[in-house]
């Protein structure tokens, strides 16, 4: 049983900038894909990041490409995601999320642990 435990949020303004980290339990987190999901008031949860297990290959939803970064240090058993040019339309909670797996996916049910997901509230 992998632990995820998610560290960050708070409140922004719009144009700001906000960085979230996820810190994963086992020695074999390098072997994970790990992605980060977003969920706003009275709407499905949504993709929104995704990175593989070695770091080298990313993959982003539309509507945060160009703004937001994944990143992942094995070594600290640690993936981040960080978040520039916020919109009020980002405002939500923000799950990480992680698959037995070295390939990433986009879907919300193929991702096997999650974390408890911040609050990121972006005001205008």
């Known amino acids: 049983q992998v632990q995820l435990v998610e560290s960050g949020g708070g409140l922004v303004q719009a144009g700001g900038s906000l960085g979230l980290s996820c810190a994963a339990s086992g020695h074999t987190f390098s072997r994970y894909a790990m992605g980060w999901f977003r969920q706003a008031p009275g709407k499905e949860r949504e993709f929104v990041a995704a990175?593989?297990?070695?770091?080298?290959?990313?993959y982003y939803a539309d509507s945060v490409k160009g703004r937001f970064t994944i990143s992942r240090d094995n070594a600290k058993n640690t993936v981040y995601l960080q978040m520039k040019s916020l919109k009020p339309d980002d405002t939500a909670v923000y799950y990480c999320a992680a698959r037995e797996s070295t390939y990433y996916c986009t879907l919300v049910y193929e991702y096997d642990y999650w974390g408890q997901g911040p609050q990121v509230a972006v005001s205008s």
């Open positions: 990175i593989n297990w070695s770091g080298d290959s990313t």
